[in-house]
């Protein structure tokens, strides 16, 4: 096996399962696995950046802690941009969030700042439920 390719997917969690199936085709992984190979192909190039869009969208609990455990991870080393509809990711997950609306960015802050004292009266009728 490719050095490269045993430390991307040793990287993500992936090698151990599907060492042996190295040649198979990647649709027969499970979402979750589909995901991490994708994120497994980014980190192979090293970059500044990772921008995740959706990271765990239609994914089960359990892939999901899964790939949020990876991005706890690889922030160590990357700035990583998500892009998530799910204000309970982004509470978890993240350093820094900034809220749009209609592409319009409306605040960005720490996160912890944002999600419990907004200064944009919008972003706190959003996180609130008041809108959207």
Known sequence: MNQLVEWSLERVGLLE????????????????????LCIARVVAVEPEVIL??????????IATEKIEELIFDL??????????????QAARV????????????????????LFTRPDNEMTENYITGRMG
């Open 52 to 61: 995740m869009d959706e990271p765990a969208s239609a994914l089960d609990p």
């Open 17 to 36: 399962e599907v060492k042996d199936h190295l040649k198979e085709d990647a649709m027969n992984l499970s979402l979750g696995q589909q995901q991490r």
């Open 94 to 113: 993240s350093d820094y969030t900034g809220f749009f609306w209609l592409g319009e960015l409306i605040e960005f802050s720490e996160t912890s700042k």
């Open 75 to 88: 922030k160590e080393n990357y700035t990583i941009i998500i892009v998530t509809h799910s204000m309970e």
